[in-house]
């Protein structure tokens, strides 16, 4: 995903984990099991409020799925206000209650996801890989702000980006270029591509200052790379990239021309 996302080797080969608190044992299983087929690790399966923070205590899960129609004397919107208060989690409310009433309630607690029941696993997956990248996003701009000068260091070189459930390391010297596809930006490497849930203008901001250019509304590329420039294109070995009039006098300011 970004520069947020900072790990180690050994964080590829752990699964997200994911609690559910849902009070219809078959809805539950059922759920339970979806999420595996997916690749999730489920850390536990709750009906109630008090059993939830037991566990989100003991088993630390990565995000937290909370039907609102749950057993005790907490609803699913309760048992969400306390996880704000008390962890730093995403939640995904997934639930049948759609009504204005409870959405009101339910916007206040700022989810990470909403799903209406019946779901497919598409609405699980998508939910949660969204949710997932937004609460790196917030964690990485909270870390930013409380940096100080003694801190740790930062890798400067380099990014994470979510492929499936693994967070793949990325140096920003072996990136050729990004293209813009609709809201998404693909990102392509010599021998991969990745496709990130940002635009990319965004993705622009982050990389321009390692030494990228635009040369196209869709067309963001490393520099180190060019091998070639024509009148319409430019060429990352084999890989020809449109070249806009209006992007062409920046780039030819900023390449070495005898």
């Given at each position: 995903m970004n520069s947020s996302l900072q790990t180690t080797?050994?964080?590829?080969?752990?699964?997200?984990?994911?609690?559910?608190?849902?009070?219809?044992?078959?809805?539950?299983?059922?759920?339970?099991?979806?999420?595996?087929?997916?690749?999730?690790?489920?850390?536990?399966?709750?009906d109630n409020a008090k059993d939830t923070l037991v566990e989100l205590a003991i088993n630390r899960p990565d995000i937290v799925i909370v039907d609102i129609n749950i057993h005790g004397d907490m609803d699913g919107v309760d048992l969400v206000n306390t996880i704000n208060k008390s962890f730093r989690l995403p939640v995904?409310?997934?639930?049948?209650?759609s009504d204005k009433q409870t959405i009101e309630r339910v916007k206040h607690t700022r989810p990470a996801g909403f799903i209406l029941k019946p779901y497919t696993v598409h609405d699980l997956e998508t939910n949660i890989e969204i949710a997932l990248f937004k609460y790196a996003e917030q964690e990485n701009s909270n870390n930013s702000e409380s940096a100080t000068s003694d801190a740790l260091p930062v890798l400067n070189d380099a990014f994470f980006i979510k492929d499936k459930h693994a967070l793949i390391k990325v140096s920003f010297d072996e990136i050729l270029y990004a293209e813009a596809m609709d809201n998404y930006c693909v990102i392509?490497?010599?021998?991969?591509?990745?496709?990130?849930?940002?635009?990319?203008?965004?993705?622009?901001?982050?990389?321009?200052?390692?030494?990228?250019?635009?040369?196209?509304?869709?067309?963001?590329l490393n520099l180190k790379h060019v091998t070639q420039i024509q009148p319409k294109s430019v060429f990352i070995d084999k890989h020809e990239i449109p070249l806009s009039d209006s992007y062409k006098k920046e780039l030819m300011e900023r390449i070495n021309l005898f």
């Open positions: 080797n050994a964080v590829k080969s752990q699964k997200i984990k994911i609690s559910i608190t849902e009070d219809e044992a078959l809805i539950a299983d059922h759920l339970a099991a979806c999420l595996e087929d997916l690749g999730y690790e489920i850390s536990s399966v709750c995904i409310y997934l639930t049948s209650n392509y490497t010599s021998h991969k591509k990745y496709i990130l849930s940002q635009t990319l203008k965004l993705v622009e901001q982050k990389l321009n200052p390692h030494g990228f250019i635009r040369v196209h509304r869709s067309h963001l």
